[in-house]
Nanobody, 121 residues
Framework: HVQLQESGPRLVKPSQTLSLTCTVS????????????WTWLRQPPGKGLEWIGH???????YTTPALKSRTSVSRDTSKTQFPLQLRSVTPEDTAVYYC???????????WGQGTQVTVSS
């Protein structure tokens, strides 16, 4: 079983960088790590869920074209945290941000509880 927890500031000023961390834990993480894409998504108010990007167990990263120029997904050396950075934010980046573990098929097995981030001066 895998647990995911998002952390980071809940309020970011326009033009600054939004930085969130997803911490991964669980009794099966040592083996489960290799079965998932470690993924970031968000849901703006009144809109649907938006896929932001993911990092594979091999360290390759993929981001949605709409955010590619502003987004970085990485991981720490222990592979138990994978941070998200979104640069030059605007109020349109206000959303609930989620991290999740996605199977290679695209199905999501595990989710963090989500964290509300508001971009406002």
């Amino acid at each position: 079983h895998v647990q995911l927890q998002e952390s980071g500031p809940r309020l970011v000023k326009p033009s600054q960088t939004l930085s969130l961390t997803c911490t991964v834990s669980g009794d099966s993480i040592v083996t489960d790590y290799y079965y998932y894409h470690w993924t970031w998504l968000r849901q703006p108010p009144g809109k649907g869920l938006e896929w932001i990007g993911h990092i594979t167990y091999g360290g390759s990263t993929y981001t949605t074209p709409a955010l590619k120029s502003r987004t970085s997904v990485s991981r720490d050396t222990s592979k138990t945290q994978f941070p998200l950075q979104l640069r030059s934010v605007t109020p349109e980046d206000t959303a609930v941000y989620y991290c999740a573990a996605a199977r290679f098929s695209g199905a999501y097995d595990y989710w963090g509880q989500g964290t509300q981030v508001t971009v406002s001066s």
